[in-house]
């Protein structure tokens, strides 16, 4: 829908979204809140405010107000939960490394598609939008036009637009943007169906036309950048893959507070010891309402080196110490407690964003299976925000091929993939031992060193080439030095095979040194010949070995 200048004046001066854009924005900070590291409790915004609101003036208050003080002293920058926030998104992140990601586009003049390949932004969903995802879900993309063309052809580029940055905006059922009106620095932005509108913006005004594009697309350039609604009526506030845990966040921050309030409490012993010299009365309360003497050296809270000195019983009174002096030792049961629930709540937030690995389960005990149980697997999670990423690439990659080459752009498929390395090297190499303990068969140890390769080698093509090449030249590539030299000597593979297994990598080297590179090697024959010839040269190296030893006997 093409809006007036008349229009975008209304809009601006009464934003009527004003409510809902304010909404998103408090979601953001929350979000901010737990995510970003900020190093000073100045910069921690609203979120703080909220924070501490919630722990000591909503009604009923949650701690006395001197307890308030304290838990806020305790409570460090960054906050503490940055940390959690940061293996979550470290595991989302793999959104983004897939074995079978697939992307396309289609041009009717091959000329373009080399254009395209050089002049995309590879790295701004990777980037930018996996940025926006933890602390700015609500933005809105839009194809970015600098005011002057340098070269032959436009030059669009993705930008997200900050929420906070937005004055008006309408939004369809599928998140198409039918306008958005936003500031940066001193200029305003009308995007519309038909024009990129840019004006001066001075106070809160809206001044003269800087500039006015027509792009021809008829759509509006800009969309919601995710897909997924917090809820159905609300076309702005987006659903963040930690908000449903953002409560538990605030819970297990006020938790590690209050634990390290019970660690300055209970982590050393309390030295109580008669008073001999008679009691002390607090000035602060009436002769009715003294307290038993008790009174702490060295301050009213307890910590390091405290000494509680009590009068001693009157006659006829029992004995509340058997000694003159003894200590009061912590409750160490409750401190344990509180590391265990500590645990819990942080096992819980990350299991419920992340999910779990449901294909790769041991025989855990059956409580815990079913608490598994009722948290989705790693891949649902993945499956799910790589849908919202493949929406938003597919729509913002076809608008600027649009806008750059017109007409003779045709079409484009985003597939972000399903096969995700969602384990490390690491971690499959303790599957592969315990598979090859537990018995399995070579096919299984095979795909297990498939998977191992394509995660060492996901961002280096060639190294796993190389390396799957030398995997497919050794003659028993499952089994280890020790089982190749049993099934040696049973018989089970000739000399030749076995000189080759014993040198591999010795061999490698010397077919490099002498004939090139692996990669580069029999480029213009079929695989299988490749090999065939390579493992001639080995048996060659093999046979010169031999002789070597027998010459040695």
């Known amino acids: 829908m093409p809006l007036s200048h008349e229009q975008i004046k209304k809009l601006v001066e009464t934003r009527p979204c004003r409510e809902q854009i304010q909404k998103a924005i408090n979601h953001e900070n929350r979000l901010?809140?737990?995510?970003?590291?900020?190093?000073?409790?100045?910069?921690?915004?609203?979120?703080?405010?909220?924070?501490?609101?919630?722990?000591?003036?909503?009604?009923?208050?949650?701690?006395?107000?001197?307890?308030?003080?304290?838990?806020?002293?305790?409570?460090?920058?960054?906050?503490?939960?940055?940390?959690?926030?940061?293996?979550?998104?470290?595991?989302?992140?793999?959104?983004?490394?897939?074995?079978?990601?697939?992307?396309?586009?289609?041009?009717?003049?091959?000329?373009?598609?080399?254009?395209?390949?050089?002049?995309?932004?590879?790295?701004?969903?990777?980037?930018?939008?996996?940025?926006?995802?933890?602390?700015?879900?609500?933005?809105?993309?839009?194809?970015?036009?600098?005011f002057e063309q340098k070269g032959d052809k436009p030059e669009p580029t993705n930008r997200l637009i900050d929420i906070n940055d937005v004055i008006d905006i309408s939004v369809d059922s599928d998140n198409n943007c039918q306008w958005v009106i936003f500031e940066r620095g001193s200029y305003l932005y009308a995007y519309d169906s038909e024009f990129i509108r840019v004006f001066n913006y001075e106070e809160s005004v809206l001044k003269d036309l800087v500039i006015e594009i027509p792009h021809g697309l008829g759509y509006t350039?800009?969309?919601?950048?995710?897909?997924?609604?917090?809820?159905?009526e609300d076309h702005l506030n987006k659903e963040c893959p930690i908000t449903k845990e953002l409560s538990d966040f605030d819970w297990l921050l006020f938790h590690m507070a209050s634990k390290r309030y019970l660690d300055i409490a209970n982590a050393y012993p309390i030295l109580i010891t008669y008073d001999l010299e008679?009691?002390?009365?607090?000035?602060?309360?009436?002769?009715?309402?003294?307290?038993?003497?008790?009174?702490?050296?060295?301050?009213?809270?307890?910590?390091?080196?405290?000494?509680?000195?009590?009068?001693p019983p009157e006659e006829g009174q029992p004995d509340m110490m058997s000694n003159p002096a003894r200590y009061l030792n912590p409750d160490v049961n409750t401190l344990d407690w509180h590391v265990k629930e500590e645990l819990r709540l942080v096992q819980k937030i990350f299991k419920s964003v992340v999910g779990t690995d449901q294909e790769n389960r041991n025989d855990a005990a059956k409580n815990e299976m079913q608490i598994e149980g009722s948290y989705e697997s790693q891949t649902s999670v993945l499956l799910r925000i790589k849908a919202n990423f493949?929406?938003?690439?597919?729509?913002?990659?076809?608008?600027?091929?649009?806008?750059?080459?017109?007409?003779?752009?045709?079409?484009?498929?985003?597939?972000?993939?399903?096969?995700?390395?969602?384990?490390?090297?690491?971690?499959?190499?303790?599957?592969?031992?315990?598979?090859?303990?537990?018995?399995?068969?070579?096919?299984?140890?095979?795909?297990?060193t498939t998977t191992i390769l394509d995660t060492k080698f996901r961002d280096n093509k060639s190294g796993r080439s190389r390396a799957m090449i030398i995997r497919d030249l050794d003659p028993m590539p499952e089994k280890s030095m020790d089982e190749v030299i049993k099934v040696f000597d049973k018989g089970g593979i000739d000399k030749t095979a076995f000189i080759i297994k014993s040198n591999l990598l010795n061999f490698v080297r010397r077919f490099e040194r002498e004939e090139g590179n692996l990669i580069q090697f029999g480029q213009n024959i079929t695989y299988r010949a490749k090999l065939e010839s390579i493992n001639?040269?080995?048996?060659?190296?093999?046979?010169?070995?031999?002789e070597l030893q027998t010459q040695g006997e």
């Open 278 to 311: 008679g009691g002390y009365d607090d000035d602060s309360q009436t002769d009715n309402a003294q307290q038993p003497r008790t009174k702490p050296e060295g301050g009213s809270d307890l910590g390091m080196g405290t000494h509680w000195k009590i009068d």
């Open 390 to 448: 493949e929406i938003i690439q597919k729509f913002a990659d076809s608008t600027i091929c649009k806008l750059r080459y017109g007409d003779s752009f045709e079409d484009c498929t985003i597939d972000y993939g399903t096969k995700f390395f969602l384990k490390t090297v690491e971690d499959l190499h303790v599957d592969y031992k315990q598979a090859k303990e537990s018995g399995a068969n070579d096919v299984v140890l095979d795909e297990i």
């Open 536 to 546: 001639k040269a080995f048996k060659i190296y093999a046979n010169e070995n031999s």
């Open 32 to 146: 901010k809140f737990h995510t970003e590291t900020i190093l000073e409790k100045t910069d921690l915004g609203p979120a703080w405010i909220d924070f501490t609101n919630w722990i000591s003036s909503e009604k009923p208050i949650l701690l006395e107000a001197g307890k308030v003080d304290r838990i806020k002293q305790l409570i460090r920058t960054p906050i503490a939960t940055v940390e959690l926030s940061e293996s979550i998104y470290s595991r989302l992140n793999r959104v983004f490394y897939s074995q079978d990601a697939f992307f396309e586009y289609n041009f009717n003049d091959p000329k373009l598609d080399k254009d395209w390949q050089e002049y995309r932004d590879n790295t701004f969903w990777a980037d930018k939008g996996f940025e926006a995802m933890q602390t700015a879900i609500n933005s809105v993309w839009v194809s970015w036009l600098p």
């Open 221 to 232: 350039p800009a969309r919601m950048f995710w897909n997924k609604r917090l809820r159905k």
